[in-house]
């Protein structure tokens, strides 16, 4: 179980302390995210793309994202873990949302859920805080909405479109949230919610005056190049690495250089 926890969160805002977080999908993944140091890890459902190769986000279903949540949390010491609510696992309604929700906590050692949404899941925020259940909330830029939105474009870039996501941060936080996404936002408008909402603001795109950062650790660690967002930092480029591991796997079987002695029984 993991021992960062919603009160740290808060209380790292408080102290002025940034919350540092990374999505992981896996076992082995969330064991290194995990002895780093990272305060929380999100099993997004970005493991659509970066691990099922999908085109985008909205087929992943709950059954998937419990499978990938139970590894994470199984590697998991200190890092506080969180279930990415997928689409349709909770649009349909409050009950639909409580049970796929509640799921995340009962079945996959979970600490809290993620959903996407603004105005329209004020009141499942509501129900789920009430049901113990601790929720972060996304706005701005809304993989799941990408029909809607017309493709991954910046959010909130004209004033009425600025006030809306504004008053939706302030009904985030009156419902019940902990916490509060906000992705692909111009950075002085994140600068403006953080400073107005008491709950911490976790940006991805969104600048450097969030409360925390979050990113998907595929593109951190460069093993996801279909595209790389402008928002991104590349740290490392492990696909690089793991291609010349296999191409020399490969010529030395074939050189007859592996196996050698040394890897064989006498
Ligand atoms: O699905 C995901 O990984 C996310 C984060 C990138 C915020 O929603």
Do not use: W
């Not at 540092?20 to 995210?33: E, G, H, K, S, W």
């Not at 909205?58 to 139970?70: F, N, S």
């Amino acid at each position: 179980m993991s021992t960062f926890t919603i009160h740290d969160f808060l209380k790292k805002k408080k102290d002025g302390k940034k919350i540092t977080m990374l999505t992981a999908y896996d076992y082995p993944f969330a064991r290194i995210v995990d002895e780093a140091g990272i305060d929380a890890i999100l099993v997004g459902d970005s493991l659509g793309m970066v691990v099922q190769g999908l085109e985008n986000t909205l087929p992943v279903t709950m059954d998937e994202m419990i499978y990938h949540a139970k590894m994470v949390s199984r590697a998991v010491k200190n890092a506080m873990v969180i279930g990415d609510m997928p689409f349709m696992s909770y649009q349909a309604g409050i009950d639909d949302a409580l049970r796929n929700a509640g799921r995340f906590l009962k079945e996959a050692g979970a600490a809290a859920i993620k959903m996407e949404g603004g105005a329209e899941i004020v009141n499942h925020i509501r129900a789920m805080t009430k049901s113990d259940i601790p929720v972060m909330a996304h706005i701005g830029l809304t993989p799941q909405s990408i029909h809607r939105m017309g493709g991954y474009k910046v959010q909130g870039r004209t004033e009425e479109a600025a006030n809306k996501l504004i008053e939706e941060a302030h009904m985030a936080e009156d419902a019940g949230a902990f916490s509060l996404i906000l992705e692909a936002i111009p950075l002085n408008l994140a600068k403006k919610i953080s400073e107005e909402l008491s709950i911490p603001t976790i940006g991805i795109g969104a600048g450097p005056y969030c409360d925390g950062q979050v990113l998907v650790l595929h593109d951190v660690i460069g093993l996801f190049d279909r595209f790389v967002p402008k928002f991104v930092k590349r740290y490392s480029y492990v696909k690089e690495d793991v291609l010349k591991a296999i191409m020399t796997y490969r010529d030395e079987i074939e050189q007859g250089v592996f196996p050698s002695e040394e890897q064989s029984f006498k």
